[in-house]
């Protein structure tokens, strides 16, 4: 059974830096795109970052673009997202996914395209 474990959230001051780890486990890692999105109260979940099955392509929203960088290690079937210049507005459940099929721009912003779902691991940023 496949299972993503999240880690790595934290309160941290604006403009400071934090990095998410996304564990992997029960599925064949280096078949699936990797995706991280976020949820803030009150809010739908939105897409943050995806990364392709070797990371040679990656894709970020426009709101973290040149703030966050997505990466994975397929021999420890991890992902990481590192995020700096970290604002208010990032304040959000962060949740990594894992997506089956292929790399189209629309399907890895959404949500229900991914197959696999972590808990979430809380970022609080403070102004």
């Known amino acids: 059974q496949a299972q993503l474990v999240e880690s790595g959230g934290g309160l941290v001051q604006a403009g400071g830096s934090l990095r998410l780890s996304c564990a992997a486990s029960?599925?064949?890692?280096?078949?699936?795109?990797m995706g991280w999105f976020r949820q803030a109260p009150g809010k739908e979940r939105e897409f943050v970052a995806s990364i392709s099955w070797t990371g040679s392509i990656t894709y970020y929203a426009d709101s973290v673009k040149g703030r966050f960088t997505i990466s994975r290690d397929n021999a420890k079937n991890s992902v990481y997202v590192q995020m700096s210049s970290l604002k208010p507005e990032d304040t959000a459940v962060y949740y990594c996914?894992?997506?089956?099929?292929?790399?189209?721009?629309?399907?890895?912003?959404?949500?229900?395209?991914?197959?696999?779902w972590g808990q979430g691991t809380q970022v609080t940023v403070s102004s």
């Open positions: 996914a894992a997506r089956s099929e292929g790399w189209t721009l629309v399907a890895l912003r959404t949500e229900r395209s991914y197959n696999y």
């Open positions: 029960g599925l064949t890692f280096s078949s699936y795109i």
